[in-house]
């Protein structure tokens, strides 16, 4: 006889998600299935999910009814046959992104380069997603998901499923870090400091060893609160008072910041991210994670002749993840700024709806799947 779960399943566009009965997977070979004890909420999701077909056509969401949620933290249930390293009990953080496994790209280690790039629970980057979407339907708004064993973060004790629900965007940010080169001695400038992927950026530079970071946002109570992080590391700089290349580089001898981060959203002026361009040093990397409202005029000499890299990163590896995983086991990597606010799976729908009480990177909000009514 099946065993069944309780899903939040998405039946239609511009409809509420409902609470669904549907059977518990059984775990192929090489895959695990996971009771899934926390997930993170990607804010404002619903406008998103609504909006994303017509914003992004050639990035096709799941085939409905469909089970979203990006970031799914939990207990490792069962074993397919074929796994090996992964075992029932394992806290787990389960990464979304998904690929076909066999392509160049897959083989080399490069799953986010594989044309049929999908994050699980969320969309496709490939036309051709549905055939990802097929294989593993379930996301993180579910009581129980199977994933392969490719995508399995292990999580330490001292980091709680809240916490592991923010493991999405801090990857994210991990990987632009990662992308720019960034180590001990250097010197960042973070566009859009004070948002989620902005802090995220912040904490992990500071683990990583960064010795200044510059950041500009502009809510200026968040930005305190971000230099109060670690006030002789951390400059702040409100948007709108003035070039942020200017002020990057005055506070740099003239030389600029090694690398900056552009993490402003999608509802930012391009101009923005060209000012915080020229707050580059010679020969620096500039980092996109958030994109910005319109195509980005470039001056294709001034790059060539600077020889600054201007690079698009997208998601995190496994691989990376562990290493985040590692850094909180040891201490490096402090997530106790997070402040949570769960929801149980009943209020879903109000929990992705665009929350008006955010304080910035700072909030954290989680789906328990395993809670289904409020107390």
């Known amino acids: 006889m099946n065993r069944t779960m309780i899903a939040a399943r998405l039946h239609a566009l511009g409809t509420p998600m409902s609470l669904d009965t549907i059977p518990i997977p059984k775990p192929r070979p090489t895959d695990v299935l996971v009771k899934v004890m926390a997930c993170g909420i990607v804010p404002n999701m619903a406008n998103v999910i609504n909006n994303w077909p017509s914003w992004f056509p050639h990035q096709p969401l799941p085939r409905f009814p469909a089970v979203f949620g990006l970031d799914p933290v939990g207990i490792v249930e069962e074993v397919g046959e074929a796994v090996i390293n992964t075992r029932p009990g394992d806290r787990v953080?389960?990464?979304?992104?998904?690929?076909?496994?066999?392509?160049?790209?897959?083989?080399?280690?490069?799953?986010?380069?594989?044309?049929?790039?999908?994050?699980?629970?969320?969309?496709?980057?490939?036309?051709?997603?549905?055939?990802?979407?097929?294989?593993?339907?379930?996301?993180?708004?579910?009581?129980?998901?199977?994933?392969?064993?490719?995508?399995?973060?292990?999580?330490?004790?001292?980091?709680?499923?809240?916490?592991?629900?923010?493991?999405?965007?801090?990857?994210?940010?991990?990987?632009?870090?990662?992308?720019?080169?960034?180590?001990?001695?250097?010197?960042?400038?973070?566009?859009?400091?004070?948002?989620?992927?902005?802090?995220?950026?912040?904490?992990?530079?500071?683990?990583?060893?960064?010795?200044?970071?510059?950041?500009?946002?502009?809510?200026?109570?968040?930005?305190?609160?971000?230099?109060?992080?670690?006030?002789?590391?951390?400059?702040?700089?409100?948007?709108?008072?003035?070039?942020?290349?200017?002020?990057?580089?005055?506070?740099?001898?003239?030389?600029?910041?090694?690398?900056?981060?552009?993490?402003?959203?999608?509802?930012?002026?391009?101009?923005?991210?060209?000012?915080?361009?020229?707050?580059?040093?010679?020969?620096?990397?500039?980092?996109?994670?958030?994109?910005?409202?319109?195509?980005?005029?470039?001056?294709?000499?001034?790059?060539m002749d600077e020889q600054i890299q201007l690079i698009g990163s997208n998601w995190f590896t496994t691989a990376q993840g562990q290493e985040m995983a590692e850094m909180v086991r040891t201490g490096t990597l402090d997530l106790s700024y997070l402040e949570h606010r769960t929801f149980p799976l009943s209020r879903v729908n109000e929990a992705i709806s665009g929350l008006k009480d955010r304080d910035g990177g700072f909030s954290n909000y989680v789906v328990l799947p395993q809670v289904v009514d409020a107390a």
């Open 93 to 303: 953080y389960v990464s979304p992104l998904r690929s076909c496994g066999s392509c160049q790209a897959c083989r080399a280690g490069q799953r986010s380069h594989c044309r049929y790039f999908t994050l699980n629970g969320y969309f496709s980057t490939s036309r051709d997603g549905q055939r990802i979407f097929d294989l593993y339907p379930y996301g993180g708004f579910s009581q129980y998901m199977t994933a392969p064993e490719y995508a399995i973060v292990d999580i330490p004790n001292n980091l709680s499923f809240e916490q592991a629900g923010r493991f999405g965007y801090l990857g994210t940010s991990y990987g632009a870090l990662k992308n720019a080169g960034a180590g001990p001695g250097q010197v960042a400038l973070i566009d859009g400091i004070t948002g989620t992927l902005g802090v995220a950026a912040t904490m992990l530079g500071l683990a990583m060893g960064l010795s200044q970071i510059l950041g500009t946002g502009r809510d200026e109570r968040l930005l305190a609160r971000i230099k109060a992080l670690a006030p002789e590391r951390i400059q702040v700089m409100k948007l709108g008072h003035g070039s942020t290349g200017e002020w990057a580089k005055s506070l740099t001898g003239g030389e600029g910041a090694d690398f900056a981060i552009s993490a402003l959203g999608a509802k930012a002026p391009a101009s923005t991210m060209l000012d915080s361009m020229k707050g580059v040093r010679r020969g620096g990397k500039v980092v996109n994670v958030g994109g910005v409202a319109e195509d980005l005029p470039i001056d294709v000499k001034w790059l």
